[in-house]
């Protein structure tokens, strides 16, 4: 069961209510997609612990019906 970009997008913003989501389908096949994501939360925290924060958000759908997510994040002033 593939998920759409639009679901992705509401679950980041849920838990960073702030985020600028792009969201892009890299094969059409809804398993693999590419996310920017820029929050405020992210200022100061270090890359890896951004990914999480996002990874999270998407309440344990990675690896299951979400196969993979290429992921950008920054804060605004890093944008």
């Not at 890359?47 to 920054?74: C, F, P």
């Amino acid at each position: 069961m593939a998920m759409d970009a639009a679901e992705i997008e509401a679950l980041i913003k849920a838990a960073l209510p702030d985020a600028q989501v792009t969201i892009e389908d890299l094969a059409g096949d809804g398993d693999h997609y590419a996310a920017k994501v820029v929050s405020s939360a992210f200022k100061g925290i270090p890359r890896v612990r951004q990914h999480q924060i996002v990874y999270a958000a998407l309440q344990g759908r990675m690896g299951g019906v979400l196969h993979a997510l290429a992921l950008q994040t920054s804060a605004p002033d890093q944008a």
